[in-house]
């Protein structure tokens, strides 16, 4: 239990980092870190929304202060996520454990495509950054007063989209940052580094509705490990984020993109014959 402790101590502190310098990303190697420290696939995607939420709240508090976050507009989006949540939470206690692991795998593939993706545009300077003008706060979707006035194609677009990173998060236990960033790009219309802070507020949302589900189907994962992952992470996350505006994180990028894949690999490995 000793090593498996410090290596949970390891692992956090590297999820903590990617998610305070990155804006996400960290958080999906919850899942393989507690497998491969011996927790059932239920139990690590359990363990692993734990990791993620606590981590959100943390980052999400920092990026505050650095004026990165749409408090309003994550709340709204997250508040949306949470059906889809519920029903991944739900979805995922009926599948087979090799189904969802390799479901994971090929969301594990997906994140390292966005990451290069993301990479791709920053060094074409398309990113927006953090320093971007602040988008308007007083444009909203609905309203009902003084008149009822909706912009329902806007509407239906939050709707999807949202509900489709519930999903995620729920089934899944992860919270997705690289999914919910250019879902709040697509869907709110942020600049990237707005997009980054406020995905924080999102999935501390979704990760807590998921796991309200999931503490009432009776599923416990080896809460030392998942408090060993969370208490480094939270802490990686603070230094993350100190180190992000001090430091070029491109290259960090793209190592965690790299580091992504092989673990995407491994997992799939792993659970694909099991399937087949």
Known sequence: MTLALLAAVVAGALIGLSLGALGGGGSILAVPVLLALGQTATQAT?????????????????????GNVLLARGVAFGVVAIAGAVAGAHASSAVPEDVLLTAFA?????????????????????????????PRLDDPIITFSPTFMCQCPHALKVLVTATAVGLLTGFLGVGGGFLVVPA??????????????????????TSAAAVAVRAGT?????????????VTAVAGSVAGARLAARTDTAKLSAAFTGLVLLVAAYTAATAVPALL
């Open 46 to 66: 359990t363990g692993s929304l734990v990791v993620v939420g606590v981590t959100s709240v943390a980052g999400a508090v920092t990026a505050y202060r650095a």
């Open 218 to 230: 009776g599923i416990a994962p080896d809460w030392w490990l998942v408090a060993a992952l969370t």
């Open 184 to 205: 709040l790009v697509l869907a709110l219309a942020l600049p990237m580094g707005y997009a980054a802070g406020t995905s924080l507020v999102v999935m501390t949302i």
């Open 106 to 134: 090929g969301l594990m593939l997906v994140v390292a495509g966005l990451m290069a993706v993301r990479q791709l545009r920053n060094r074409r300077g398309s990113s927006s950054g953090a320093h971007a003008d602040r």
